[in-house]
Structure formats: C-alpha cells, structure tokens
C-alpha cells in the first residue's frame, strides 16, 4: 500500500493505530527503503529525498532469551538500552511497542520516557508505534512531536483496516475484534466487550459486570488439574464396569 513519508530532521512521530492495521508493515517500508537507497538501488517510490542516513536501529517483535534467563520484557529493554546509547542525529529509528510486556502503567512511563529522551537528547529520525494512545499527549509537550495513525472505516459494524498512514491519532485499539477474527469462542469475545466497556467507563476497576453462569457441561478450571480429575474419573468408571461385566460372566 503506498503511502507518504515526510520526516524531517529530529522529527518524531508517534503511530498509533489499532491491531492489524500494518503499523509494523509501514516501518519495515521506509526502514527497507532507506537502506536499498543507500545501497544504490532504485527504490519503489515516485520521488525519494533520502538524507545520509548512519544506521537504521530497529526495535520490532517479541522474544526471549532462554540461555540467558532473559524474558522477552527483558530482551526489550537490552534492545531499548542499545538503541539510547548508540542512535544519533543522523540515525534512522523504529520502536514498535516499546513497554508491552509489563504492567500498563510501568509500559506507558517508560515508553514515554524514552521518546523524550530520544526527542531531547538523540534528535534522530523516529518512528514509534504504540498502543497506548496516551502517548500523542507529547506532540503537545515537545515541537518536534507529531502524531501518525492508520485509518480504520466501519463497515456495517465492523472495522476495515485501510493500510492508510494520516495524521491524527487513534481511539481504539481494536483488539477483541482481532481476537473474534483469531478465533476466539464468541462467548469469550461477548465477555471481553463487557468488561472493555465497563472500563471505559471509568468504573472502578476493582468490581466487574456481574459474571455469568456458565452451561454446567463447560469446566474451566486449570488444564492440568482438570485433566488428572477427568483421568480418575474415567479410570473409576472402567474398573467398575469390568467388575460388572465379571459378575455376569
């Protein structure tokens, strides 16, 4: 999907945008056109005025480190430390969701104060992807702050996802109606929307919508457990029908 890159010295942008929507896709674009550039390839675009770029630094996606004991939050913060200590002005940087793998409020404060270290110390270009939309609250605290979004339509209730790069900044993440397309039981999506919409309420987050009963046939009590419970179950139930079946015999 084509789109218009327009990012100036020291610039950076906060995209948001919801689940699916090619936020990601977007930043591996100008990332991969930026390197091709420098490369001496021709690169897909009716007009390119790409500047000397250092390094392009990339912090996208999730993974752990087992052999090191290092969680996937973990393994992003060593990434985010590599980027504030190496980036300049001239460098090239994308931060995708920095701070998911936390508590929200940890992930929010420390996303947020990393884009002012990089707006206020590092000047690089930057490109930051982000669900927490709070975050645009910054174009309004520093000048070279703006924000980005992917368009989404409603179409007949439903969102279309347009691939679309515009200025402004999301309202909704989007996602519990990625998870119905995942494939989630409706009766699990149903329940999220419930309390999605209690939270948004600002209710107090400690009382939720009174649950559910659920059907008598359905237990959702841990796997593990419920699996050896059902296993005795069947292995009682056979005993005695092969006591029976002895007796008539």
Same mark, same amino acid.
């Given at each position: 999907m084509p789109n218009d890159t327009d990012l100036v010295a020291g610039e950076f942008i906060v995209l948001t945008g919801p689940n699916m929507a090619g936020k990601s896709t977007y930043m591996r674009q100008v990332a991969l056109i930026v390197l091709m550039a420098h490369a001496g390839a021709p690169v897909p675009a009716d007009e390119a005025r790409i500047p000397p770029t250092d390094r392009i630094i990339a912090r996208v996606g999730a993974q752990d480190n087992i052999l090191e004991g290092a969680s996937t939050f973990m393994v992003e913060m060593q990434e985010v430390a590599r980027i504030l200590s190496s980036a300049t002005p001239r460098?090239? *940087?994308?931060?995708?969701?920095?701070?998911?793998?936390?508590?929200?409020? @940890?992930?929010?404060?420390i996303a947020w104060a990393v884009s002012e270290f990089i &707006? @206020?110390?590092?000047?690089?270009?930057?490109?930051?992807?982000? &669900?927490?939309?709070?975050?645009?609250?910054l174009a309004r605290r520093r000048e070279r702050v703006r924000n980005q979004t992917v368009r989404v339509s409603i179409r007949q209730g439903r969102p279309l996802f347009e691939h679309r790069i515009v200025d402004g900044r999301a309202e909704q993440s989007y996602g519990i109606e990625v998870a119905r397309l995942a494939g989630?039981?409706?009766? *699990? *999506?149903?329940?999220?929307?419930?309390?999605?919409?209690?939270?948004?309420?600002?209710?107090?987050?400690?009382?939720?919508?009174?649950?559910?009963?659920?059907?008598? @046939?359905? @237990?959702?009590?841990?796997?593990?457990f419920s699996w050896k419970r059902r296993l005795e179950e069947k292995k009682g139930e056979g005993m005695t029908g092969m006591n029976e079946r002895e007796g008539k015999e």
């Open positions: 460098s090239l *940087v994308l931060l995708d969701e920095v701070g998911r793998g936390t508590a929200t409020f @940890d992930g929010m404060a &707006h @206020d110390r590092i000047q690089s270009r930057t490109l930051f992807a982000t &669900h927490y939309h709070e975050l645009s609250e989630l039981p409706e009766e *699990v *999506v149903g329940r999220a929307s419930e309390i999605l919409g209690f939270w948004e309420g600002g209710a107090k987050k400690t009382v939720l919508p009174k649950e559910r009963t659920l059907p008598p @046939d359905r @237990d959702f009590s841990m796997p593990l």
